[in-house]
């Protein structure tokens, strides 16, 4: 099904989005100062934004 093939790809390219954004993030925070709780924060946080950003796209287009 090609609709299936299109959403199986966005969301592949969506995850890869995110898990990019995460390591670049880790990457940034220098370790002696890792928070287990700001960090859990700074993830989940960078996650919503970029869920967010996605849904914003899903509306705009499904119009």
């Known amino acids: ?3 299936e093939e299109k959403l199986r790809e966005k969301f592949r390219v969506y995850t890869e989005t995110i898990l990019q954004a ?3 993030m880790l990457e940034e ?3 002696k100062s890792i928070n287990k709780k700001k960090l859990q924060k700074k993830i ?3 996650m919503w934004r970029y869920f ?3 849904m914003l796209k899903v509306e705009m ?3």
């Open 1 to 3: 099904n090609k609709e």
């Open 22 to 24: 995460i390591n670049g």
């Open 29 to 31: 925070t220098p370790t």
């Open 44 to 46: 989940t946080d960078t």
């Open 52 to 54: 967010r950003a996605e």
């Open 61 to 63: 287009f499904s119009r």
